[in-house]
């Protein structure tokens, strides 16, 4: 059975996003609240969309490549690796002020 294209909701490009963000937030800032609402008005979205919008960080945001997000998750592994080492060479030289403090005593 062949799905219906016609059910699926108007796409909207990240501009398009942008703008209507920058027009919500211009307006809660002058009037303190309300932009959604004459969004919705001007624009004729739903206030839904408008508010998952909001609430999506990475509107306008470029999402990083498999390549850029396998480098992120080595530099990743790379760090907790070196915390580790550095928390065992401070739990090594604890144990060094110890022992050197027993002997003082």
Do not use: C, F
């Not at 008005?41 to 839904?48: E, L, N, R, T, W």
């Not at 030289?93 to 027993?102: A, C, Q, V």
């Amino acid at each position: 059975m062949k799905k219906d294209t016609k059910l699926k909701g108007k796409r909207y490009s990240k501009q398009e996003r942008r703008d209507v963000l920058s027009y919500v937030a211009e307006h809660n800032e002058s009037h303190g609240r309300g932009g959604i609402t004459t969004a919705v008005k001007k624009y004729g979205i739903s206030a839904v969309t408008i508010r998952n919008w909001m609430s999506d960080t990475t509107v306008g945001a470029a999402k990083p490549s498999h390549t850029q997000e396998g480098d992120l998750y080595r530099q990743l592994a790379d760090l907790t690796d070196a915390i580790h080492k550095l928390e065992t060479d401070l739990e090594n030289k604890h144990t060094e002020l110890k022992l050197l403090k027993k002997r003082l005593l």
